[in-house]
């Protein structure tokens, strides 16, 4: 399947589509294509996906936080820093429960008014009950990654 089809895919309705795909092809989906979209020049297409709640969430499931922080490693906006550095910072909280990805993002970014963040925002809700919390309650994240200090 060429990647643009499969772009297309996993921008619409994300985890119905990974749910459909064998083991095999789900993992390799999650592991391998921000890396695809960014040696393509696809930014637009990698930027959508790393705002992804679901493509988030399944990636911080199967692999765990690392990976996910290495995938905006390509995208030198503002905004996508701010989400690397959050994950970074949960990433302690992640590897041992990824269910908390939407408290850690909501409690570190809330106070960010960038339309890529509040988008991110906007989908980061659990299929559980989970308390969501109101205002920014975590360390927040700096546009200066804390790993070059």
């Not at 992804?52 to 399944?58: G, I, P, Y």
């Not at 690392?66 to 030198?76: A, G, H, M, T």
Request: hydrophobic share 40%; aromatic share 8%; proline share 8%.
């Amino acid at each position: 399947m060429p990647i643009h089809f499969g772009m297309t895919c996993l921008m619409n309705n994300f985890t119905e589509r990974l749910q459909r795909m064998d083991e095999e092809r789900r993992l390799y989906t999650l592991q391998c294509l921000p890396s695809h979209l960014a040696k393509m020049g696809l930014q637009e297409k990698l930027q959508k996906l790393l705002i992804t709640f679901e493509f988030l969430q399944a990636k911080v499931e199967e692999f765990g936080p690392q990976p996910l922080i290495e995938d905006y490693e390509p995208v030198d906006e503002e905004s996508f820093r701010l989400i690397q550095e959050t994950l970074r910072l949960s990433e302690h909280v992640l590897a041992d429960n990824s269910m908390q990805l939407a408290g850690q993002l909501h409690g570190r970014l809330l106070s960010h008014q960038s339309p890529v963040i509040q988008r991110l925002l906007e989908q980061a809700v659990p299929s559980f009950p989970w308390l969501r919390p109101l205002k920014e309650s975590l360390i927040p994240p700096t546009s200066t990654p804390s790993h070059l200090y």
